[in-house]
C-alpha cells in the first residue's frame, strides 16, 4: 500500500494562512521524494464534527467501562469511530497549527477531543495507557505572532507545541517534528526572516526524513 499522508488544518485562514503555506510547501518536497504517496487534506474549518453533548460523553463513558453506547448517541458514536479510523490510517500526520492565546485553535482542540476516544486511539489495561497511534509520524508546522520560540523569553507561554506533543505521546505517537514559523508579526522583513527560516526547516526535514526508509 502507497505511503498516506494526512495534512490537518488548524488555521481558518485559508489561502491566507501561513502555516498552510509552509506545511504545503513541505508536503510538496515529501511528495518529490516519494512520488507514489498518497496526500488527503482535512480543512478543520469546513469539517462537520459531531458535537460532544452531554449524552454523547455519556457513551464515552460506557466505553471506558465496556458498555454499549446508547441508542440515541449511536449515529454519533458511528461518526466518532469513522474520524478515528480516518485519522489512524495515515502513516504521517502534518499539522498546520498557529498559536492561539498560548494554546491551539478551538477547531483543531475539537477534533482532538474527537479522535481520542477509549478503545480507538488509546487503552487502558493493568499495564497503563497504550496508545494506538504508535509507529505513526507527525510533523507540527507552528505559527505564531510573538517570537517564543523554545529558549527564548517567553518559551513558558507555549501550550501550542508542547500541548500537541504531549496529546501525541498520550496516543502513541512519539517520532514527532516541529517547524516553527515565528514571529508572523511586527516588521515586514522580520516577518519574511520568518517564513525565510520555515521554510528552509521543511526543506532541511524533507531532506532528512527522505533519507529515511519511509515518508
Ligand atoms: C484568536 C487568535 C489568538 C492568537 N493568539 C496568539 C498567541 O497567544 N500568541 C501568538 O504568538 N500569536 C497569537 N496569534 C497570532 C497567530 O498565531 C499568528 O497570526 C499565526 O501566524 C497565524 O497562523 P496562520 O496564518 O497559519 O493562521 C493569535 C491569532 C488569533 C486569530
Known amino acids: ?51 460532544l453533548t452531554g449524552p454523547v460523553i455519556e457513551g464515552r463513558y460506557a466505553l471506558i467501562e465496556g458498555r454499549e453506547v446508547a441508542d440515541e448517541v449511536r449515529d454519533a458514536w458511528e461518526r466518532i469511530g469513522a474520524a478515528v479510523a480516518h485519522f489512524l490510517s495515515f502513516g504521517t500526520v502534518v499539522f498546520s497549527v498557529p498559536m492561539w492565546n498560548f494554546g491551539i485553535p ?17 487503552r487502558v489495561s493493568e499495564a497503563g495507557v497504550e496508545g494506538l497511534g504508535a509507529g505513526k509520524r507527525a510533523i507540527l508546522v507552528a505559527s505564531g505572532a510573538l517570537d517564543i520560540r523554545p529558549d527564548s523569553p517567553g518559551a513558558e507561554l507555549d501550550h501550542q507545541v508542547r500541548y500537541m506533543q504531549a496529546w501525541l505521546g498520550f496516543i502513541g505517537i512519539t517520532d514527532v517534528h516541529v517547524v516553527h514559523l515565528r514571529p508572523t508579526y511586527g516588521p515586514p522583513e522580520a516577518v519574511e526572516t520568518a517564513m525565510a527560516e520555515a521554510y528552509a526547516s521543511a526543506e532541511a526535514l524533507v531532506a532528512d526524513l527522505s533519507r529515511a526508509p519511509r515518508v
Not at 107 to 121: F, H, R, S, V
Open 1 to 51: 500500500m502507497s505511503a498516506r499522508i494526512l495534512h490537518v488544518i488548524g488555521s481558518p485562514r485559508g489561502e491566507r494562512s501561513r502555516s498552510v503555506k509552509v506545511a504545503e510547501r513541505l508536503i510538496g518536497g515529501l511528495v518529490a521524494a516519494s512520488p507514489d504517496v498518497v496526500v488527503v487534506t482535512l480543512d478543520l474549518g469546513a469539517a462537520a464534527l459531531p458535537a
Open 106 to 122: 478551538w477547531q483543531l482542540k475539537q477534533y482532538i477531543d474527537t479522535i481520542t476516544q477509549p478503545g480507538m486511539a488509546f
